[in-house]
């Protein structure tokens, strides 16, 4: 034998099923659902209700612009101009690079100072592992800051010293020069059973200063360029203009995703206050009257 169930009861809890709102027979002498929402109680309650859902909106928009950002791995964002800024508008001598400098473009007049041509192993070029052949440049600005220069890539280091000693050797005019800015890197302890233990490994200013041969007062910047012009002995370093990675903060995306039902659930609930008070009205009217709720 079979028991069927009430089309009015709900299956899972048993009790009486509301009806359908298009299904509510009214008694003309009662309001409309839509008739209440006019009323400027709730029309005042929905001014309010939309004003919280735009905060809401707006502060799921925020959340999601956060959301992606540029890769902070990366450590560096990508050039802000295409055309070389003036190395002093970048940075001061003595203080860091800062972040928004990192790999810009860069131009500087002055010239090399003769004699401090410096080879840097352990430069990629490529996938090629090779030497940089490095300069002293003396900037023509206020008090000459000193900026180290990193001019070529050779290949061996046989090539790379030839062509530091022709640099040393004459004496390079006057001019301007163009590069990309990079951060210095830290010094590494000399490996005493290198070939050459004194051979620099590093790009680091700090290393240089002690190698170059001049005065110690000289301010210097606190970061080296690659330059764009490279000496005829050497291969130019490759030094492109850096890509900006981008990062996905999933836990953003669900906060706004949560702002964005919470401005929905604002609505909703004014929606649900105004037929709970219009239902109640209509109940309080009928039962006036002597009638059943309408909506049992």
Known sequence: MTSSTPQNI????????????????????????????????WIGMLVLALAVAAAFAWLGQWQLARAVAADPTLGAPTEIVRTPAELGDLMVPGAPLPDIAVAQKVRVS???????????????????????????????????????????WAPDLATARAAAESLNSFPEPPGELEGRLIPSQGPSTPDMKAEDPF???????????????????????????????????????????????????????????????????AVFLWYRLARDAWEKEVDTNAASRGEPSPFE
């Open 10 to 41: 709900d299956d899972r809890s048993g009790r009486p099923k509301k009806p359908k709102l298009r299904d509510i027979e009214l008694n003309p002498a009662d309001p409309t659902l839509g008739s209440v929402m006019k009323r400027p109680r």
């Open 199 to 265: 051979l620099l490994v590093d790009m680091s200013v700090a290393q240089l200063i002690n190698v170059w041969e001049t005065d110690a007062d000289s301010p210097v910047y606190l970061a080296y360029m690659v330059s764009f012009d490279t000496p005829s002995m050497l291969e130019p370093i490759d030094a492109p203009r850096p890509e900006s990675g981008i990062e996905i903060n999933w836990l953003n995306i669900f906060y706004a995703i949560e702002w964005a039902v919470f401005a929905g659930f």
């Open 110 to 152: 002055g010239h090399f100072d003769p004699g401090n041509a410096v080879v840097v192993g352990n430069r990629l070029h490529g996938d090629d592992l090779g030497y940089w052949v490095t300069g002293r440049f003396i900037t023509d600005e206020p008090d000459h800051p000193v900026i180290a220069v990193a001019r070529g």
